[in-house]
């Protein structure tokens, strides 16, 4: 079985965007009163990634984002978009 690969660091130009996206991420889970351990264990998805998918230290892959939005009950589309 293969290992699902997260992410790598970022570019500073990809930063803005991943900012973004990450607090829209912590917004969203904080109104849910959901800590990042609570989400991490929903999802499957690590509380240190999610710390820095929060802070946009990583961009995060397209499963990545599919397992937290599934885990929030929201589309992939309103807990990624830009904008």
């Known amino acids: 079985m293969s290992e699902l690969k997260l992410t ?18 912590m917004k969203r889970r904080l109104k849910m009163g959901l800590s990042q351990q ?4 929903a999802s499957g998805i690590g509380s240190s990634h999610i710390s820095r ?14 397992k937290l939005a599934a ?6 589309a ?3 978009a830009d904008g």
């Open 71 to 76: 885990a929030m009950g929201t589309s992939l």
């Open 78 to 80: 309103r807990l990624t």
């Open 38 to 41: 609570a989400l991490a264990d």
């Open 53 to 66: 998918l929060e802070n946009g230290d990583r961009i995060g892959s397209f499963e990545v984002w599919r």
């Open 8 to 25: 790598s660091p970022i570019s500073q130009e990809k930063r803005s965007s991943a900012l973004t996206r990450g607090q829209r991420l």
